[in-house]
């Protein structure tokens, strides 16, 4: 069992950076691939970024590649998305999520309740 704990939302301007964190708890961490999604009202959840269970390798989306960064932090039970550069799109809930089928995130086992994070001037 894994519990994911989001924090770090808020709101900002455009150009401007946040950083999300997802506290997990279980035993079993160190074995999930994490990752991030978002979704916004009326939209269906749409991936953001995922790391495989030991950090090595990393995905991000396209809208976000060279913007955010997803780490994952197995000493601290942790998964952060650092996001610069801000823009208004990049408004939504983010979802931590856990896999331990690996970074596909195709359906992944454990979610967390969301954060909001609005980008507005």
């Known amino acids: 069992q894994v519990q994911l704990v989001e924090s770090g939302g808020g709101w900002v301007q455009p150009g401007d950076s946040l950083r999300l964190s997802c506290a997990a708890s279980?035993?079993?961490?160190?074995?999930?691939?994490m990752g991030w999604f978002r979704q916004t009202l009326g939209k269906d959840r749409e991936f953001v970024a995922s790391v495989n269970w030991n950090n090595r390798n990393r995905y991000h989306a396209h809208s976000v590649r060279g913007r955010f960064t997803i780490s994952k932090d197995v000493t601290k039970n942790m998964v952060t998305l650092q996001m610069n550069n801000l823009k208004p799109e990049d408004t939504a809930v983010y979802y931590c999520?856990?896999?331990?089928?690996?970074?596909?995130?195709?359906?992944?086992?454990?979610w967390g309740q969301g954060t909001q994070v609005t980008v507005s001037s």
């Open positions: 999520a856990a896999d331990l089928a690996g970074p596909d995130m195709r359906n992944p086992d454990y």
């Open positions: 279980g035993r079993s961490f160190r074995d999930y691939a």
